[in-house]
């Protein structure tokens, strides 16, 4: 494509822009896929297990033949979305709207799915992630290239602890056994177990390794600030949605106490965020891919905090490999990414196999963003015959 665009190098450099496509969307096609989760390392927290993953692939076909690849990373207790009600969606509402329209900007298709269809972040966020997937193979740079970056090529990563006594214990040494070395432990269970659970977490991961809490929300008012009072021996790097997500007020009432306060569930959208920033509730902003509705977004979300003064790190849904390189790529393009908390970007070891050819590089410590252009990922030849 050098005869319509500048190199990838020059881009990459500095030295060129990407020049405008006019390729149109041809085709969407859809593909259902469910997978475990690997035994020893499922995750159980206020919000429920998530033990397997029944999610949506979407193939994008522009009109000049280049193909994007997305993923539908979501579970009806989180969001009220799932693989099934995505494909009937993308099928039936999005798809046709989308299809000969100009697949750049690729932002005006993201407004065009929310003229088309209410709510739905994480159906939105498979398709957005495969249009942009598309448009940055057209432009043959890196998708990160394309929503402005890279400001980094990696990205520190952390895994979720959860389960009392042998069980907790059993997940951290399959924890360690990957190569992680940053966690957060799983609480608002009820405080007396949450304490039980993170000392035992603090024994496991030593007095000097990384470990946050995550709450989802369960905790109500007034006993978060006594758990948290209690937990502070066990040197707790964060806090993460100590209270129900509309609950700002009292999540803002809890920075006094000098833990670093994650807002998660709190924030899905623009909207969201505003609200967040006016209640001056949270040290770091969660972002996630399938919540913004699609990598660019999430992006734009992490811009905004930034400008602001908060900091953001990646948040997940238990994304399979599509949703994970969409999560790199965007972490890789996000202003303002905290360097002090780890993200969440674990698909390349959280599932029992993948849907990957090649799982996303990452040791347990760093997930790196893959080679070549789009999301520089190949889908596993089964999984990519399904979806023509």
């Known amino acids: 494509m050098s005869d319509t665009t500048a190199t990838a190098a020059e881009v990459l450099a500095g030295k060129a822009s990407p020049k405008p496509i006019a390729a149109t969307v041809a085709a969407v096609h859809t593909a259902l896929v469910s997978l475990p989760a690997h035994p020893d390392l499922i995750v159980h927290g206020a919000r429920g297990s998530h033990d397997h993953s029944d999610f949506c692939v979407v193939r994008v076909v522009t009109s000049e033949g280049v193909e994007g690849f997305g993923e539908v990373s979501a579970t009806p207790l989180w969001s009220g979305e799932d693989g099934v009600s995505a494909r009937h969606f993308i099928e039936t509402v ?8 100009p697949l750049a900007p690729v932002a005006a298709l993201e407004d065009l799915m929310d003229d088309r269809l209410a709510a739905n972040p994480f159906t939105k966020a ?17 998708l990160a290239v394309a929503l402005g970056g890279p400001l980094r090529t990696e990205v520190p990563i952390k895994l979720s602890l959860s389960g009392d006594g042998e069980r907790l214990e059993q997940v951290h040494a399959a924890a360690v ?16 177990g949450d304490l039980a659970r993170v000392a035992l977490a603090r024994r496991l991961v030593g007095e000097q390794g990384f470990l946050g809490v995550d709450a989802n929300g369960g905790w109500r008012r007034g006993e978060a600030r006594g758990a948290l009072e209690a937990l502070r021996p066990y040197d707790i790097a964060f806090v993460e949605q100590p209270v129900e997500r509309s609950d700002l007020e009292g999540m803002a009432a809890l920075r006094d106490l000098g833990f670093p306060i994650v807002a998660d569930e709190s924030v899905f959208d623009l909207p969201d965020l505003r609200l967040l920033i006016g209640a001056d509730a949270a040290d770091v902003v969660s972002v996630y891919v399938g919540k913004a509705g699609g990598p660019g977004r999430a992006v734009e979300l992490a811009r905004v905090a930034h400008a602001f003064g908060l900091q953001s790190l990646l948040g997940s849904n238990g994304e399979l490999g599509l949703g994970a390189a969409a ?10 990414l905290t360097t002090d908390l780890p993200s969440d970007i674990i698909g390349a070891h959280y599932y029992a196999e993948d849907i990957l050819a090649e799982p996303l590089p990452s040791d347990g410590r760093t997930v790196r963003l893959p080679p070549g252009p789009g999301l520089g990922v190949r889908l596993r030849d089964d999984v990519l015959a399904r979806l023509h």
């Not at 070395?181 to 269970?189: E, P």
């Not at 999560?327 to 303002?336: E, F, I, L, T, Y």
């Open 327 to 336: 999560q790199a790529h965007a972490a890789a393009a996000m202003p303002g």
């Open 94 to 101: 999005l798809a046709p709207a989308l299809v000969n329209r």
């Open 126 to 142: 498979g398709v957005a992630t495969a249009l942009w997937d598309a448009y940055a193979r057209s432009l043959d740079v890196p």
């Open 177 to 192: 056994k990957a190569g992680f070395a940053a966690f957060k432990v799983k609480v608002g269970l009820g405080v007396a």
